[in-house]
């Protein structure tokens, strides 16, 4: 076995090593982008990996929601204070990413009256702020708040955006010298003796195998990180919990609302930019992998929701998603119950395996200190001194790519703001999105910005088809925008429009009711009566493309086989690729 | 005032039943509410598949399927109705068919080939392009124009070995905005911001070439030297499209088409307007705007519908009625959270396709009992009580499905999981059931309402997306649905 293992090693080592690394960070979610930008910080080069797509995974599927601690401070109290520490200094160090809502918790009749003290002691103890509102004056700022509301506690909550935030996170690492590969897959932990060197990684996109070699690895993976770390033979006991939300096509609340009790499902409502989300549900899954929300999960959700905020019957639904909680409990499956705290792994003290690190469970309103911990380790391991400021130096605004036929300097702000002011003589401001107000320059930049172009990167980056159409419009007036800038071949046009509809579509699928079914229709009707979308009859009527052939991580949103134009279109250092483009010069910047 | 037909719903049925009601000389209103869905489709008029002949498939699908709408009508019926349309536009829309009514074959904006069996003039010229691969043929952009890629339809034909097909570019600063006098004179800016600016939206560029297609044409006149047609995306004129049509190809010397793209979709559009038009010309009365929200029953006979109008609601009674409100996009059909209900009369929802999207079907005897009390009121209270029936049926029917909350708590199961598409497409099934005279019916077969006769997609059983049915059902069963009337009336 041990010879075996040694043949392997030799094997793995023949590959050719591309990249060499000081750190190698799996994952590019919400930890592993924190943990890049606090080593960028000490000044320790370091290389990200991720499989998909930024906040694609868990960071990408949540709430957004900057929590005060209040969810957590009767069960556990040092979570609790974690949260609203964090929360205070995200406030501050991650402004581009937070807006400051405030959070209501809300007792209403009916439901146990000791949980209101247990809280209000709980909360006194651990030194949570919070403070008790006049009902008249909670329905005042919440007119829609239920009838049946009897006390009100205002708390310290806020509204986070998690694709927002990995992004500054990552745009604040690259500009200390970091690098980011997505589409990339980690197939392998390279393991010599006991010591992790690096992982064997592979190109989604092209196929291609390469390793990466550093002196520390961390798994920052979140749900598949026991996936990962088994790579190198350590055993992670993670479980996966997976909490479906529902998506309504307008801020229905000023603050976040919580029930006062027990947490449970179905009993948080956040405003966030254009839209409120409510959630979640609570259902252990075997695996990482397509967390779906069903149709039970749905009902319970709006039963519960109404209970809270009754006009939420009748407003529109646009969709519902479900993303997978990473949780750590050794001994204890998923659940509420599970402890929502995190922990590092040493994996030298626990396995006897060195330069290897994994932190797993915890949540987006930790992450920060989940990526401080363990790049405190890293950095003792490497020798390097410098302590964590991630506290104190405040992530970048996020900027707009600047090409260099970009005229009007540096613009800044959000890639919300679609609209630009002076565009001279170009057509840059004809509108492509009339839902979230892209318009043809907004959906460019964003497209040169991804690191990797792949139709759902791009459609989360831009927020196109987001908005109450779902894509009806715009997704095909980004696709022959897109075309004719020749960032997608005419094989991929037909895929992309395809691809982002069906993933659309599938959202709206549990939701469908009113209007939104009303929209489907007509979406349906325009691509498969006007366009005359290719094959989509065939398609649509035996099921859902994806799931024809088989899933394969990674190949979530880009086209089978098909993507590799894209990547080289965007991709100015790739060989192969086109050199008419000042565009893509813009890119290798 | 007691019309011989009153036809709720102004879509393709709807006024292809009034059309044909005028005819028969029937005293004839049509109430509707909002614009129709005509509005956001491509003009054509397909029947049924991409079969070059549709008729085979079409006896095929109907002996398969029994309950489709078409196995309400004789191939004969339909063909009788197809022309029945086609004299009646000829003026004002002028539709084009081949020998018995075999299928076009046009480009699509793809630069791939679909079929039709009916084509307005503005598309006739895409298919003989599309018939001879020697073809050679201008496809024409508009810069600022979003929904439409002449290069991308040209890549597509290039593909499938039309090598003789180009793209070219025109910018729209060339036409003048409605309201904008002749002689173009300079306004402060207006018109120039608005050519730089925002999106042009389709229906605006229609109504600037009305306006000014000369100049446009003028742009052209050194691009087209060597082709034998011009395609454009299809926004050449509103109201006055053959005019713009029929003087581009005669300025340019070449055959010109359309080929049509997204909503706001411009030959639907006109073929709205001109049934309107039509109709208003025949004398054919018209309540535009306002949504029918109940009716009058006794006795399974339908006396008068109540139309919502503000101030006071109002009341049109007639001795035919004719439900062409269409399915869940046109509004005759309101998806709930737990059900569909149809809107106007509260008919039993049927719905063959489903699944997972569970559909209540309450037997005709509860809808029976009530129709005393919806006399009564003409209110909402009895409507309110089936709806509730309807919800707990559905509601049961769903806890089967997918279990109570009770014991949702476990993983995953696959009973929980239903594919997305299909999920849909089983509610755009979703309609009502009638008998071979169009008239409603519960599950049993027994007549529900005797003088509502149902046409277009309010019927259950049938997608005309997949099966690119749409606009044939729509015309067949409108025009049958007028012909039942009109006989039903005849015979009192």
Same mark, same amino acid.
């Given at each position: 076995?041990?010879?075996?293992?040694?043949?392997?090693?030799?094997?793995?080592?023949?590959?050719?090593?591309?990249?060499?690394?000081?750190?190698?960070?799996?994952?590019?979610?919400?930890?592993?982008?924190?943990?890049?930008?606090?080593?960028?910080?000490?000044?320790?080069?370091?290389?990200?990996?991720?499989?998909?797509?930024?906040?694609?995974?868990?960071?990408?599927?949540?709430?957004?929601?900057?929590?005060?601690?209040?969810?957590?401070?009767?069960?556990?109290?040092?979570?609790?204070?974690?949260?609203?520490?964090?929360?205070?200094?995200?406030?501050?160090?991650?402004?581009?990413?937070?807006?400051?809502?405030?959070?209501?918790?809300?007792?209403?009749?009916?439901?146990?009256?000791?949980?209101?003290?247990?809280?209000?002691?709980?909360?006194?103890?651990?030194?949570?702020?919070?403070?008790?509102?006049?009902?008249?004056?909670?329905?005042?700022?919440?007119?829609?708040?239920?009838?049946?509301?009897?006390?009100?506690?205002?708390?310290?909550?806020?509204?986070?955006?998690?694709?927002?935030?990995?992004?500054?996170?990552?745009?604040?690492?690259?500009?200390?010298?970091?690098?980011?590969?997505?589409?990339?897959?980690?197939?392998?932990?390279?393991?010599?003796?006991?010591?992790?060197?690096?992982?064997?990684?592979?190109?989604?996109?092209?196929?291609?195998?390469?390793?990466?070699?550093?002196?520390?690895?961390?798994?920052?993976?979140?749900?598949?990180?026991?996936?990962?770390?088994?790579?190198?033979?350590?055993?992670?006991?993670?479980?996966?919990?997976?909490?479906?939300?529902?998506?309504?096509?307008?801020?229905?609340?000023?603050?976040?609302?919580?029930?006062?009790?027990?947490?449970?499902?179905?009993?948080?409502?956040?405003?966030?930019?254009?839209?409120?989300?409510?959630? !979640?549900?609570?259902?252990?899954?075997?695996?990482?992998?397509?967390?779906?929300?069903?149709?039970?999960?749905?009902?319970?959700?709006?039963?519960?929701?109404?209970?809270?905020?009754?006009?939420?019957?009748?407003?529109? /639904?646009?969709?519902?998603?479900?993303?997978?909680?990473?949780?750590?409990?050794?001994?204890?499956?998923?659940?509420?119950?599970?402890?929502?705290?995190?922990?590092?792994?040493?994996?030298?003290?626990?396995?006897?395996?060195?330069?290897?690190?994994?932190?797993?469970?915890?949540? /987006? !309103?930790?992450?920060?200190?989940?990526?401080?911990?363990?790049?405190?380790?890293?950095?003792?391991?490497?020798?390097?001194?410098?302590?964590?400021?991630?506290?104190?130096?405040?992530?970048?605004?996020?900027?707009?790519?600047?090409?260099?036929?970009?005229?009007?300097?540096?613009?800044?702000?959000?890639?919300?703001?679609?609209?630009?002011?002076?565009?001279?003589?170009?057509?840059?401001?004809?509108?492509?999105?009339?839902?979230?107000?892209?318009?043809?320059?907004?959906?460019?930049?964003?497209?040169?910005?991804?690191?990797?172009?792949?139709?759902?990167?791009?459609?989360?980056?831009?927020?196109?088809?987001?908005?109450?159409?779902?894509?009806?419009?715009?997704?095909?007036?980004?696709?022959?925008?897109?075309?004719?800038?020749?960032?997608?071949?005419?094989?991929?046009?037909?895929?992309?429009?395809?691809?982002?509809?069906?993933?659309?579509?599938?959202?709206?699928?549990?939701?469908?009711?009113?209007?939104?079914?009303?929209?489907?229709?007509?979406?349906?009707?325009?691509?498969?009566?006007?366009?005359?979308?290719?094959?989509?009859?065939?398609?649509?009527?035996?099921?859902?493309?994806?799931?024809?052939?088989?899933?394969?991580?990674?190949?979530?949103?880009?086209?089978?086989?098909?993507?590799?134009? /894209?990547?080289?279109?965007?991709?100015?250092?790739?060989?192969?690729?086109?050199?008419?483009?000042?565009?893509?010069?813009?890119?290798?910047? | 005032?007691?019309?011989?037909? $009153?036809?709720?719903?102004?879509?393709?049925?709807?006024?292809?039943?009034?059309?044909?009601?005028?005819?028969?000389?029937?005293?004839?209103? $049509?109430?509707?509410?909002?614009?129709?869905?005509?509005?956001?489709?491509?003009?054509?008029?397909?029947?049924?598949?991409?079969?070059?002949?549709?008729?085979?498939?079409?006896?095929?699908?109907?002996?398969?399927?029994?309950?489709?709408?078409?196995?309400?009508?004789?191939?004969?019926?339909?063909?009788?109705?197809?022309?029945?349309?086609?004299?009646?536009?000829?003026?004002?829309?002028?539709?084009?068919?081949?020998?018995?009514?075999?299928?076009?074959?046009?480009?699509?904006?793809?630069?791939?080939?679909?079929?039709?069996?009916?084509?307005?003039?503005?598309?006739?010229?895409?298919?003989?392009?599309?018939?001879?691969?020697?073809?050679?043929?201008? $496809?024409?952009?508009?810069?600022?124009?979003?929904?439409?890629?002449?290069?991308?339809?040209?890549?597509?034909?290039?593909?499938?070995?039309?090598?003789?097909?180009?793209?070219?570019?025109?910018?729209?600063?060339?036409?003048?905005?409605?309201?904008?006098?002749?002689?173009?004179?300079?306004?402060?800016?207006?018109?120039?911001?608005?050519?730089?600016?925002?999106?042009?939206?389709?229906?605006?560029?229609?109504?600037?070439?009305?306006?000014?297609?000369?100049?446009?044409?003028?742009?052209?006149?050194?691009?087209?030297?060597?082709?034998?047609?011009?395609?454009?995306?299809?926004?050449?004129?509103?109201?006055?499209?053959?005019?713009?049509?029929?003087?581009?190809?005669?300025?340019?010397?070449?055959?010109?088409?359309?080929?049509?793209?997204?909503?706001?979709?411009?030959?639907?559009?006109?073929?709205?307007?001109?049934?309107?038009?039509?109709?208003?010309?025949?004398?054919?009365?018209?309540?535009?705007?306002?949504?029918?929200?109940?009716?009058?029953?006794?006795?399974?006979?339908?006396?008068?519908?109540?139309?919502?109008?503000?101030?006071?609601?109002?009341?049109?009674?007639?001795?035919?009625?004719?439900?062409?409100?269409?399915?869940?996009?046109?509004?005759?059909?309101?998806?709930?959270?737990?059900?569909?209900?149809?809107?106007?009369?509260?008919?039993? $929802?049927?719905?063959?396709?489903?699944?997972?999207?569970?559909?209540?079907?309450?037997?005709?005897?509860?809808?029976?009992?009530?129709?005393?009390?919806?006399?009564?009121?003409?209110?909402?209270?009895?409507?309110?009580?089936?709806?509730?029936?309807?919800?707990?049926?559905?509601?049961?029917?769903?806890?089967?499905?997918?279990?109570?909350?009770?014991?949702?708590?476990?993983?995953?199961?696959?009973?929980?999981?239903?594919?997305?598409?299909?999920?849909?497409?089983?509610?755009?099934?979703?309609?009502?059931?009638?008998?071979?005279?169009?008239?409603?019916?519960?599950?049993?077969?027994?007549?529900?309402?005797?003088?509502?006769?149902?046409?277009?997609?309010?019927?259950?059983?049938?997608?005309?997306?997949?099966?690119?049915?749409?606009?044939?059902?729509?015309?067949?069963?409108?025009?049958?649905?007028?012909?039942?009337?009109?006989?039903?009336?005849?015979?009192?």
């Amino acid at each position: 076995m041990v010879r075996d293992g040694l043949r392997k090693v030799v094997l793995y080592m023949d590959v050719n090593i591309k990249i060499k690394t000081g750190v190698l960070v799996i994952g590019g979610g919400a930890t592993g982008a924190g943990v890049l930008w606090d080593l960028s910080l000490r000044g320790i080069d370091a290389v990200l990996v991720e499989q998909r797509e930024l906040s694609s995974g868990t960071s990408g599927r949540c709430h957004g929601l900057l929590h005060s601690g209040g969810r957590y401070v009767v069960r556990d109290a040092d979570v609790a204070l974690e949260c609203y520490q964090e929360n205070q200094i995200l406030r501050r160090v991650a402004a581009a990413a937070v807006e400051e809502t405030g959070g209501f918790f809300i007792h209403l009749e009916g439901d146990d009256p000791d949980y209101v003290d247990k809280w209000t002691n709980a909360a006194e103890n651990a030194g949570l702020p919070f403070e008790e509102l006049d009902l008249s004056d909670a329905r005042r700022q919440e007119p829609l708040l239920s009838k049946a509301a009897r006390r009100v506690f205002e708390v310290p909550d806020a509204s986070i955006d998690p694709f927002d935030l990995v992004m500054i996170n990552v745009q604040g690492a690259i500009e200390r010298g970091a690098k980011v590969l997505t589409s990339t897959k980690v197939e392998r932990l390279i393991v010599e003796g006991q010591q992790v060197r690096g992982a064997l990684v592979k190109d989604i996109e092209s196929g291609e195998l390469y390793s990466i070699e550093a002196e520390v690895v961390i798994n920052a993976a979140g749900p598949w990180g026991g996936l990962v770390a088994a790579t190198a033979g350590v055993n992670l006991e993670m479980a996966y919990g997976k909490g479906t939300l529902l998506v309504y096509s307008q801020r229905l609340s000023n603050h976040v609302l919580n029930r006062l009790r027990l947490p449970g499902d179905g009993d948080i409502l956040v405003p966030a930019k254009t839209v409120s989300l409510l959630g !979640t549900t609570d259902l252990p899954v075997p695996s990482p992998e397509k967390p779906k929300p069903i149709g039970g999960e749905v009902e319970s959700l709006l039963d519960l929701g109404e209970e809270l905020v009754p006009a939420l019957a009748n407003r529109r /639904l646009l969709r519902a998603f479900a993303g997978v909680r990473p949780l750590y409990n050794p001994g204890q499956g998923a659940g509420r119950r599970a402890s929502r705290g995190f922990a590092v792994i040493d994996h030298e003290k626990e396995h006897g395996l060195s330069g290897f690190y994994s932190v797993v469970g915890g949540k /987006l !309103t930790i992450y920060r200190l989940m990526a401080e911990r363990v790049a405190d380790l890293t950095a003792a391991s490497l020798g390097v001194s410098t302590p964590c400021s991630t506290k104190d130096v405040c992530l970048p605004a996020l900027t707009e790519a600047s090409p260099p036929q970009d005229k009007g300097g540096s613009s800044e702000g959000s890639h919300a703001d679609g609209i630009s002011s002076d565009r001279g003589n170009s057509d840059g401001g004809t509108l492509i999105c009339e839902c979230e107000l892209l318009d043809k320059d907004a959906i460019l930049q964003a497209a040169r910005r991804l690191n990797r172009f792949t139709p759902g990167a791009f459609l989360r980056s831009t927020r196109l088809g987001h908005g109450p159409c779902q894509g009806t419009t715009c997704i095909y007036r980004a696709a022959l925008l897109l075309y004719q800038e020749k960032l997608i071949s005419y094989e991929e046009f037909q895929e992309f429009i395809k691809r982002n509809l069906t993933d659309r579509w599938q959202g709206i699928e549990q939701v469908l009711s009113g209007d939104q079914a009303r929209q489907l229709e007509l979406a349906r009707g325009i691509a498969l009566q006007n366009l005359q979308l290719r094959g989509s009859k065939q398609e649509f009527t035996s099921g859902l493309p994806r799931e024809s052939h088989g899933y394969e991580p990674g190949s979530k949103d880009c086209s089978q086989g098909g993507s590799g134009g /894209l990547s080289k279109a965007l991709h100015g250092n790739k060989p192969g690729s086109g050199s008419e483009d000042s565009k893509q010069e813009g890119q290798q910047q | 005032m007691i019309y011989d037909v $009153v036809i709720i719903g102004a879509g393709l049925a709807g006024m292809t039943a009034a059309l044909k009601a005028i005819e028969m000389g029937k005293k004839t209103i $049509v109430v509707s509410h909002g614009a129709s869905t005509m509005q956001v489709m491509s003009g054509c008029i397909d029947l049924y598949g991409d079969d070059r002949n549709p008729w085979p498939a079409l006896e095929e699908l109907v002996s398969q399927n029994p309950a489709h709408p078409y196995a309400l009508l004789s191939q004969e019926e339909i063909q009788e109705a197809l022309s029945f349309f086609i004299e009646r536009m000829k003026e004002s829309c002028p539709y084009h068919n081949q020998e018995g009514f075999t299928n076009f074959r046009i480009p699509t904006a793809f630069g791939e080939e679909r079929s039709t069996c009916l084509l307005p003039e503005g598309q006739f010229a895409g298919q003989s392009a599309a018939a001879d691969v020697k073809s050679r043929v201008l $496809v024409v952009g508009l810069k600022g124009y979003p929904d439409f890629s002449a290069e991308l339809l040209v890549e597509g034909m290039h593909k499938r070995g039309y090598q003789g097909w180009d793209a070219a570019e025109v910018d729209l600063s060339c036409l003048q905005m409605p309201g904008e006098r002749n002689e173009r004179v300079k306004r402060a800016g207006t018109s120039s911001r608005r050519h730089k600016g925002l999106s042009a939206n389709s229906v605006e560029i229609a109504k600037r070439l009305e306006k000014s297609w000369q100049h446009f044409a003028e742009e052209l006149r050194g691009m087209v030297q060597g082709f034998d047609a011009v395609a454009f995306p299809a926004v050449l004129g509103l109201d006055e499209h053959l005019v713009v049509k029929r003087g581009l190809e005669k300025y340019l010397g070449v055959r010109v088409f359309e080929v049509p793209t997204i909503h706001p979709s411009l030959p639907g559009i006109r073929l709205a307007r001109s049934l309107g038009a039509e109709l208003r010309e025949s004398g054919c009365d018209f309540l535009q705007g306002f949504p029918v929200v109940s009716a009058d029953i006794r006795e399974r006979q339908c006396g008068s519908i109540i139309a919502s109008t503000p101030g006071r609601p109002r009341c049109v009674r007639g001795k035919n009625f004719i439900l062409a409100t269409g399915g869940v996009l046109g509004g005759g059909i309101f998806a709930e959270r737990k059900g569909a209900r149809e809107v106007v009369f509260r008919l039993p $929802v049927a719905n063959p396709g489903a699944d997972a999207y569970i559909q209540a079907d309450p037997h005709s005897a509860k809808i029976a009992d009530l129709t005393a009390a919806l006399a009564d009121t003409h209110s909402s209270r009895a409507a309110d009580l089936i709806a509730t029936r309807v919800a707990a049926l559905a509601d049961d029917a769903h806890k089967e499905q997918s279990g109570t909350p009770g014991n949702r708590r476990k993983a995953d199961s696959p009973q929980f999981t239903t594919s997305g598409l299909r999920h849909q497409i089983s509610i755009s099934q979703a309609g009502v059931r009638v008998n071979q005279q169009l008239l409603p019916v519960d599950e049993d077969g027994s007549v529900l309402l005797e003088n509502v006769f149902c046409a277009g997609r309010i019927l259950a059983g049938y997608d005309p997306f997949i099966e690119g049915s749409g606009a044939g059902v729509a015309v067949s069963t409108g025009y049958k649905a007028a012909l039942e009337a009109g006989r039903l009336g005849n015979n009192e």
